[in-house]
């Protein structure tokens, strides 16, 4: 994901992407093993002041900004993240935007910080729709929704299956994505999305980054797609992206012609859900606009914040590349030792 948002929302922005590595000393022959990756933009300007800063990068499509950290040695990957921050990078503030509150990469910030004794402050705090499981879809469904509502969603799907044959279905592994993502597409574009220009189909670097991303995502085992067909005519598509046990929710499309049977809310409460539902999409946030349906079927709430701090010089021994469009922003070969790579000029 990270490499198609450098490609299609990258131009234009001073991209820093930060890589950490570890060598081994016992086999200096081996090249370096990438221990954290953390993806930032510098401006020049911070909160409408002359101050120079590099801000976590967050695009449109962005769930999460926490770093990637490799679980062995995560400790020493952000000290040495910190040291570049701090000595060498030329930022006035950092700004950490939309992480995690929680968890371990939490915990390993806050422990820099206060090691460190770096001034900083939390700038946003806010939580967002977050999907835990039941032991099976049925008792999901009972507790995060009311009786009353799940009643009048069961006779819609009723008055839906006296139209035609209604299945739901999910992309398997191995099968084609390329029908359903064109699908998804023009299904969103049908509605009120394309006619606001809001649609990704609307946008070339959207829909570029959508297929690019969801393509990758099936070919990695990463990509959920679940669907409701009225005889082989989609009324609703769902995208998630898995990530470790859990999933992020990406959007819904659904056919306007039928919003008075609710289908964009059916591919979350089938009963009997596709093969990997229930297990697998654990959490997530619903997109800006989602609507009220996808709060209330996630009973939980997980917490984001930003934080910010100011620099000292101290020392540091990471690499950090300004990508270059016309090429992988993640591919290059690693040199010997842990120090910075050699600029390139950033996009204009």
Known sequence: MAESAVRSFGAGRQLELVFVYRSDPGAPQ????????????RRARYRGLPI????????????????????????ATFAAAFDWLIGESGASVVELRSIAAEGPV????????????????????????????????????RRAISGLALKEARRKEKRLRER?????RELE????AAPWLRAFLQLEASGWK???RSALACSEPEREFFVSTATAAHELGRLMLLGLFLDDRPLALKCNFLAGDGGFAFKIAFDEAYRA?????????????????????????PAAGAGVRAHALAGDRERAALASTSRNPVDGFVRRRRPRHDQSPLAGSAHDGLRPLRHRPAPG
Request: aromatic fraction near 12%.
């Open 106 to 141: 939490h915990q390993l910030l806050v422990e820099q910080l206060h090691a460190r004794r770096r001034p900083f402050w939390l700038g946003d705090w806010s939580t967002r729709a977050f999907f835990e499981p039941g032991k099976d879809a049925e008792s999901y469904l």
């Open 173 to 176: 592994p191995g099968e084609d």
């Open 164 to 168: 035609g044959r209604l299945v739901w």
């Open 30 to 41: 081996r090249p370096p093993r990438l221990c954290g990756f953390f993806p930032f933009e």
């Open 52 to 75: 120079a800063a590099l801000v976590s990068f967050k695009h449109l499509h962005c769930f999460l900004c926490t770093p990637l950290v490799r679980r062995e040695g995560a400790s």
């Open 194 to 196: 394309g006619r606001g």
């Open 261 to 285: 049977f609710s289908p964009h809310a059916a591919p979350g409460r089938a009963r009997d859900p596709p093969r990997r539902r229930a297990s697998a999409v654990r959490r997530g946030g």
